[in-house]
């Protein structure tokens, strides 16, 4: 109160001080004023008039004292940090949104026990083909090139050789010698000699890469062929290209790998601690990334006899039905084994907060009291989680907006 006096005798005697001054310059103020121009006597009023109201809210404030204490009330919010990581929060007078937080009761159902095997596939070693010169020559010509679709026996590199045209020569004279020495009955000893070696010419022509068809036509036609036509043992597509048109090979030059895109192998890893889950002849269910909503079947036919000295892991390959063609080799796919069933709580993956390599559930433990815990399991389709370790048959498990709730434990964490 003393203070404020002071100020209002400080302000009473400036205000004097200012009228005094004011009545006796006031006829020099009004002429000052009108000589200025309308515009500047408007920002002057207006001027003034927001000094008086400064000045009038600095009387108000000193009048009042707006340092007085407040009362802070205590926050109603809390959480507590268990020993083993979990966390109870308390949120007293927060009533959530039954449409967004969804809780459901644990209950414990039997599901199978699977062993996940990571792989890749790869195309069928045993149903794939190597096309390769079996003499020198020059590729004339490419029919089927990387990626084409080839049927048995179709075309696929053309190549001039001269021993594929002496053999043709040698096939033709020994048939030539055949023929003459039929007509003759008294040279049978020679005749068996040259059948001998028209099959001998027949058989190098084989080995150097000509179909039955192409012989039958050379001995029709009687006329050797410049060029021989590599063809396709196997239906299936060109996987690589080794030769350009033009190129020069040796014998053994492999020209063309030819593999069943339909046929398929899983290449699986089985870690020591599962190897005595697997067996020869188990079938499995394979899934890919490219396609979450199918499943491949898998039937094992080799397990390797020895386990991987870097990886510690033991191959196992698997044959796969790729009827549609939908799979493709050196894709990343995974395997499930079924090896039992177990009694376990299945929840919605929406149940499910991940953070990092953790997984945690959030239950309902009181009216507004929630609690939130690791827990550990496996994925069963993709859509739901089989909870081994931690959750109870009973516990309310929040099912819905089980992100959003986390994200309130981590602001009360911090």
């Known amino acids: 109160m003393t203070f404020l006096k002071d100020t209002f005798a400080k302000l009473k005697q400036l205000w004097g001080h200012l009228l005094h001054r004011l009545n006796h310059r006031e006829a020099e103020i009004r002429k000052s004023y009108w000589n200025l121009a309308p515009e500047d006597r408007a920002r002057l009023r207006l001027f003034l008039i927001c000094t008086s109201v400064l000045m009038l809210g600095i009387v108000i404030g000193l009048a009042f004292n707006v340092n007085r204490p407040v009362k802070l009330e205590k926050s109603d919010k809390s959480l507590k940090i268990e020993k083993t990581g979990a966390m109870e929060l308390s949120l007293q007078g927060v009533d959530l949104n039954p449409s967004i937080y969804i809780f459901q009761t644990a209950v414990s159902v039997a599901v199978p026990v699977e062993l996940n095997v990571p792989g890749r596939l790869a195309f069928n070693a045993e149903k794939s083909k190597v096309l390769s010169a079996r003499a020198p020559g020059r590729v004339e010509r490419i029919y089927a090139f990387d990626g084409a679709e080839v049927e048995m026996g179709s075309p696929v590199i053309e190549m001039y050789s001269p021993e594929f045209i002496s053999a043709q020569q040698e096939y033709l004279l020994s048939s030539k010698t055949a023929k003459v020495l039929e007509s003759s009955k008294t040279m049978s000893d020679l005749l068996g000699d040259a059948q001998i070696t028209q099959q001998a010419a027949a058989n190098r022509m084989r080995n150097l890469g000509a179909s039955d068809g192409d012989i039958n036509q050379l001995e029709k036609s009687g006329k050797t062929q410049s060029n021989l036509i590599m063809r396709s043992p196997i239906k299936g597509v060109v996987v690589k290209r080794g030769v350009e048109p033009g190129a020069i090979v040796n014998a053994g030059d492999v020209m063309a790998t030819l593999a069943n895109p339909k046929e398929l192998w899983f290449l699986g890893n089985i870690y020591e601690q599962d190897i005595r889950k697997i067996q020869k002849g188990q079938t499995m269910i394979l899934r890919s990334e490219s396609y979450p909503d199918k499943e491949f079947i898998a039937k094992a036919n080799y397990i390797a006899p020895a386990i991987?000295?870097?990886?510690?892991?033991?191959?196992?390959?698997?044959?796969?039905?790729?009827?549609?063609?939908?799979?493709?080799?050196?894709?990343?796919?995974?395997?499930?084994?079924?090896?039992?069933?177990?009694?376990?709580?299945?929840?919605?993956?929406?149940?499910?907060?991940?953070?990092?390599?953790m997984r945690y559930i959030i239950i309902k433990t009181g009216p507004d009291t929630f609690r939130r815990f690791a827990v550990k399991g496996y994925d069963l389709d993709g859509k739901r989680f089989a909870v081994t370790e931690g959750v109870e048959p009973g516990m309310q498990v929040l099912t819905d907006g089980a992100v959003l709730l986390n994200d309130r434990f981590a602001k009360q964490e911090e």
Not at 331 to 345: C, F, H, Q, W
């Open 308 to 357: 991987d000295p870097e990886t510690h892991a033991l191959l196992i390959r698997c044959d796969v039905e790729n009827a549609d063609g939908l799979l493709r080799p050196d894709m990343y796919v995974s395997a499930r084994l079924k090896t039992g069933e177990a009694e376990v709580v299945v929840v919605p993956q929406s149940a499910i907060v991940r953070v990092r390599e």
